[in-house]
């Protein structure tokens, strides 16, 4: 399996601009969780969708933030409308299980928003 | 909300010399595991160490649980230039997702 793949890799748009961030998980694997990392917050779950349902999306920080998983293979995250705030390297990641299952972490997508 | 924190925030090493970095949590948990993240990449898991167990080894990975103390330690013996990197590490309770800490730095100069 290639892993979870992610895309872009990089995005540098400007404020006020729609960000989509593009995610494939694991075949097989029923949860898939996207985190975003900064320096100041570290890594913060956003959402986590279990067989293609969100089930948590707590850390969703703004309404401006959505997350769709239309099918088993692959997951959005959009932002709109993108604020320099959010510049960040968002994860997605998916696994076997909720936490007592090892979860692995797509190359991550770094978001400037200038 | 942040359950673990990593103690150091960062660490100096030589090569050959060992790592130890620990983790303390506030609440009880169900499994413990660590992560390592190189620069510019995605985490990746270390090991999985579970609330009943108090010490697991993996390669020059060793990880011990202290329930009691609610804490964890990390130790990587002779390391390696390429063991550069952060390491997390990640906590859950019973029907949450992982919570993962700030991370340690660990940097090892040849």
């Known amino acids: 399996d290639a892993g979870v793949i992610q895309s872009p890799r990089h995005e540098v748009t400007e404020m006020g601009q729609e960000v989509t961030l593009r995610c494939k998980p694991i075949?097989?694997?029923?949860?898939l969780f996207w985190y975003r990392q900064t320096m100041m917050r570290g890594l913060e779950l956003l959402i986590y969708?279990?067989?293609?349902?969100?089930?948590?999306d707590s850390g969703m920080p703004e309404d401006r933030f959505s997350a769709k998983m239309p099918n088993a293979s692959f997951s959005t995250l959009k932002i709109q409308p993108s604020e320099p705030r959010d510049s960040a390297v968002y994860f997605c990641?998916?696994?076997?299980?909720?936490?007592?299952?090892?979860?692995?972490f797509g190359p991550g997508t770094r978001l400037l928003v200038l | 909300s942040q359950q673990g924190e990593e103690d150091p925030q960062a660490l100096s090493i030589q090569e050959g010399e060992n790592a130890t970095m620990n983790c303390s949590y506030k609440?009880?948990?169900?499994?413990l595991q660590w992560y390592r993240q190189n620069s510019g990449r995605g985490l990746v898991h270390l090991i999985l160490?579970?609330?009943?167990?108090r010490e697991k080894h993996s390669g020059r990975l060793r990880v011990t649980l202290d329930t009691s103390k609610k804490s964890s330690s990390l130790l990587i013996t002779a390391s390696r230039a390429a063991d550069t990197a952060s390491y997390f590490c990640?906590?859950?309770?019973?029907?949450?997702?992982?919570?993962f800490g700030k991370g340690t730095t660990l940097s090892v100069s040849s």
């Open positions: 075949s097989g694997h029923d949860y």
């Open positions: 609440t009880s948990i169900n499994n």
């Open positions: 990641a998916s696994s076997l299980a909720l936490a007592q299952e090892t979860q692995y």
């Open positions: 160490i579970r609330s009943n167990e």
């Open positions: 969708f279990n067989n293609n349902v969100p089930i948590d």
């Open positions: 990640a906590t859950d309770q019973a029907g949450t997702a992982l919570i």
